[in-house]
């Protein structure tokens, strides 16, 4: 029955997957043409060259050809070359992974972190002055620009603090230019990006667990364990939150792929030097096979993500059937 | 049968069985517009939603009345003046009004909101209706090609389209819409997957209703509160996607003022000018929290499967 629901899983993912690596071809196909804008301008270029340097790079095949050959490389573990500088498109990725995975990883697990116990707060306290003030914090933390926030935080925190002569907090980067890098310095660097990239999920998570808690609190089960003389502790913990929780990591699941696209903004506002950022720079330069690259590999993180959670899910809560 | 509480219990104007108990005969709409009215944070909001509508769409008056200042002129001398007078939110780098610039920003950033809300509801209730109501192959079909785009990671379909299409207020709302239509698409599927089970549409369907009566005047009108409510919902969300773009410099072009563009280049001024940063962020945060307060309200109303 799980075999068979992973399956049927799989197979729609894969369906998805090269559904997207279609469709963003097909979009980037349209700015192929022009690749390396303003080539067709050099006079030190002669006609059949600007030919022969499109023929290596294949771009005078149609595009579902190109596309062919770009998955069946894809799927031999090769991601082509970067139309901008020739070196391999998964040493870029590969290189800017760690520094995503730094960032977002940090964000998540401090959202978790928080917004459990802030959401079994708000629901155990319903209505109290502390539920309250989670509402307003959760509600302020989904209406602002996350891009603003980070520039403020570099207004306060970076130039103003700075002003002030008073120790302050570096504005972009992973690491100081000269001499930095050692764990302290980029824990330094984090705590800007991470602030705001946490405080989202941190607004979303814990309005979640809120009401995910109440309503597992107004449940059967709960009623009964609360009359058999079960301890309030008891039945919080080991009833209610461990029920709540289950519906989280489908939500948890869902924001795997805000791994390497969520982090987008808060990169360039940081300079943050991580896949989102690297994948809009080159796509802005029309660099086809690194945007392609890059995204195939997130849209697989997507995939992988959703998969996992609604796998974890159907363990998890056995009401849920194979369907 | 169907789960008992996910079916919408929806009375239309009019129908036969209204009045028989001690209650006055009350609609759908009107008892939802009741509670909405009741709802005092959602009414402010709503009121504060309008009145910065207004605010746009009379941007030349207020700029002619109050700030005195073309949204687009440069005054190079007065370039980086602090908040005061005659500048109330003082000027940019090339000495152009911020609060008349405020204003016209508006304009855009509401007017791509509500044009991208118009058309990601147009489509997806389109696709939503035929999937749900057709379904065999037409609903694997489509949904298969929602979950492509959805699966899409948003930010980079936004990028790639903004680098093919050079946005206006048109094609940026497009672009956005072009993302929220898979999940307006999945909904109204789902609603009509459950209302197509009553016994009305089996009824309708006896008397030799075709399809597309069924569909328009019977579907469309029970999915249509769950579609106010994505509606209300999303704004606020489009908003703040239409900033980001903005600001990356994938949206509104300058010299037209956007809330977003205004912050483009903000890092450079950092400095010596901060009140450039905040005011246009301040606008944008107050006006996505509206509408998200707006929209739980709206939600709160007329959400059929809250009741």
């Given amino acids: ?323 | 049968m169907l789960d008992p509480t996910s079916l919408p219990e929806i009375e239309l104007p009019g129908s036969p069985f209204e009045g028989d108990t001690s209650r006055p005969a009350q609609s759908f709409w009107n008892e939802s517009w009741e509670r909405l009215r009741a709802n005092r944070i959602g009414v402010a909001a709503g009121v504060l939603i309008l009145i910065l509508a207004l605010i746009a769409i009379a941007a030349p008056i207020f700029s002619l009345v109050l700030t005195h200042f073309d949204p687009t002129r440069q005054h190079l001398i007065d370039n980086f003046r602090p908040p005061g007078h005659p500048y109330l939110l003082g000027t940019d780098e090339l000495g152009r009004d911020t609060l008349t610039r405020l204003i016209y920003g508006g304009r855009v950033t509401l007017g791509v909101a509500s044009l991208t809300v118009v058309l990601s509801l147009t489509l997806g209730t389109t696709v939503g209706l035929l999937a749900g109501y057709y379904g065999r192959w037409l609903d694997d079909l489509l949904m298969r090609i929602v979950d492509v785009f959805l699966a899409i990671p948003a930010i980079f379909l936004f990028i790639l389209m903004s680098i093919l299409f050079r946005p206006n207020a048109f094609t940026l709302a497009a672009i956005i819409a072009s993302v929220g239509w898979g999940g307006v698409a999945r909904l109204v599927r789902g609603e009509v997957l459950s209302v197509k089970q009553r016994d009305f549409i089996l009824a309708t369907r006896s008397v030799g209703a075709k399809d597309l009566r069924l569909i328009v005047r019977h579907l469309l009108p029970n999915v249509l509160p769950i579609l106010i409510v994505a509606a209300s919902l999303g704004v606020g969300q489009i908003i703040l996607i239409e900033a980001a773009l903005d600001f990356l410099g994938l949206g509104i072009q300058p010299p037209t003022p956007s809330w977003g563009n205004m912050l483009t280049n903000a890092e450079s001024y950092f400095f010596h000018s901060g009140w450039l940063v905040v005011f246009p962020g301040v606008t944008i945060f107050i006006t996505v929290l509206a509408s998200n307060l707006f929209g739980n309200a709206v939600r709160d109303a007329f959400d059929p499967r809250l009741k």
Wanted: hydrophobic fraction near 50%; avoid cysteine; proline fraction near 5%.
């Fill in chain 1, 1 to 323: 029955m799980l075999l068979k629901f992973v399956a049927r899983r799989l197979l729609a993912s894969v369906i998805v997957v090269l559904g997207v690596t279609a469709v963003t071809l097909i979009l980037m196909d349209r700015t192929r043409g022009a690749y390396v804008p303003g080539i067709d301008l050099n006079p030190a270029l002669r006609p059949e060259d600007i030919a022969r340097l499109r023929a290596n790079l294949g771009l005078d095949e149609p595009f579902y050809q190109w596309y062919l050959s770009w998955l069946w490389n894809v799927l031999h573990g090769d991601f082509g070359r970067s139309m901008i500088d020739g070196s391999p498109v998964i040493t870029h990725i590969l290189e800017r992974l760690p520094n995503t995975l730094e960032l977002t990883l940090t964000a998540i697990v401090l959202g978790i972190l928080l917004s459990v116990p802030l959401g079994v707060i708000g629901a155990l306290r319903r209505g109290s002055k502390s539920d309250h003030a989670l509402t307003v914090f959760s509600v302020g933390g989904f209406a602002i620009p996350q891009f603003w926030l980070g520039l403020m935080l570099i207004l306060v925190f970076s130039v103003t603090f700075q002003h002030l002569g008073w120790p302050w907090l570096p504005s972009g980067g992973v690491t100081s230019p000269f001499g930095g890098g050692d764990l302290g310095d980029r824990l330094l660097h984090l705590i800007l990006p991470a602030t705001v990239l946490s405080l989202f999920y941190l607004s979303l998570w814990s309005r979640f667990t809120r009401s995910s808690m109440l309503e597992v609190l107004s449940q059967d089960y709960v009623r009964t364990a609360r009359a058999k003389g079960m301890s309030e502790r008891r039945v919080v913990y080991l009833h209610g939150l461990r029920n709540a929780l289950i519906p989280l990591v489908t939500l948890v699941g869902l924001e795997l792929p805000g791994l390497v696209s969520g982090g987008l903004i808060v990169e360039v506002v940081f300079s943050w030097p991580g896949l989102g950022r690297l994948a809009f720079e080159r796509a802005l330069q029309y660099d086809y096979t690194t945007v392609m690259g890059v995204v195939f590999f997130t849209t697989l993180l997507v995939v992988a993500g959703n998969l996992l959670a609604d796998i974890l899910y159907a363990i998890l809560d056995p009401r849920i059937r194979y369907a």
